[in-house]
DNA sequence: CCAGAATCGGATAGGCCTTTCCGATTGGCT
DNA sequence: AGCCAATCGGAAAGGCCTATCCGATTCTGG
């Protein structure tokens, strides 16, 4: 019997193997703590902040992680797997630009859910390695719709895979900004964005999605005023 | 005499008026150094660090300025007239959509231009008063070029100026994210958003400012996963 | 059921921040 | 020149954070 075979692996987990079962309990205590903290404060949130919503002491914290970035990985492993499946969808639908909107505003729209995702897209870490690899798999399918868009003649041909990344900056400013306060805001920065990729057709004007009233920006803004810890 | 003629009022700023000269000069050291400061880390940072920077003992700083946002006001109160007055300006210009365009692409070059700044566009600060008031001010200039560059037939008719806002916003973050490594990003983004609310024009297609390397996007990327400190 | 290994979490050290206090210093008026 | 109020800046109190240490507790295999 090797020594990992003592243990009962039935934890979805599969980094969770080998843990007497009390700390894998921890450990998925403290995962779920730090989604929730994540969505809502980002992933700068504090490793303390973590500890205290989980209910966990700040050693058992770090002994799991030791350092932010693993526990950035860890927490969003699921969402990345998400991120990238969705470019393998979108390349499954048949027409190219239909599959080309739908990935940018699927994506988009992960970023809104959740803050701490919303940052992770614009960043990237580098030890974490199968984060990289899934991020490096939704671009290749984006290159190849990218590709195939303009191939339809519906893309612009100047746009390029960087135009994403810009776009993904831009959204993660606009979901930081209006968190809660304007939850919508967003897709009128993605609905102009899209249309500016768009060979123009003039025949078939695009309309926009509504822009917030100016009562939710203004309370966005006085949000952003405050320190963070009174943002809620 | 009054006393308030015993001191020489030769400073260019009003609110120094009244200070003994050691203090106004500390003053405006504690100003010019907190102006690099945001400039550089934004106005979150730390009130310790713009007096070690300045080179004065912290209680100086907190005598001059009670509160993080007065300092912000005072340090922004010249950055905050030339945007009001680039809003008169654009106003002269007689093509409305020339016009309208200018301001956008200076205003967010003035954001791409100081990361403290680019903060303060998207943030309202109720107490401090005359800040507030060249907000308002710009924005009714804003409006006015809406007005004209819609009469003009080249605005759409469903952009609003809560548009401008989101804008901002998303430039705010996209400087954010690639300060320094892309400098030139947020041109492209502002480019997009442009053409984005023209009313197309197809005999004159505009072509975009040039999308940043691949490279220079990976590093933004990189310095983001870095600690704020690290960042330089 | 027990012994030992694995794990827990409070305590602690060290850092940075904000804000206030107060003795030392300095500018400005007479 | 000298006095006094204005001003300075270091120090200190209190908070939060990261990271580590270590005695107490809990799990697990035999």
Redesign the interface.
Known sequence: MTPAARRVPDSPDPSAQGLRIDARHNRDRILSAARRVYARDGIEASMASVAREAGVGIATLFRHFSAR?DLVAAVFADTMQTYAEAAATALADPDPWHGFTWYIETVCGMQAADRGFS?VL?????SARDMEAKRDEAYRGFSELVVRAKEAGRLRP?F????L???L??????I???AGAAPE?WR??VG??I???AV?D?AN?E??PP????TA??R???R??RAPAERR
């Open positions: 970035e940052e614009t960043m990237t870490f580098p100047d390029t895979t960087e135009d990344v810009i776009l900056m831009a959204n993660a400013g606009v930081a900004a209006t805001a009128r920065l102009c964005m249309q500016s990729y123009p003039p004007p309309p926009l822009a917030p009233t100016p920006l203004y966005a803004m006085i952003l005023s």
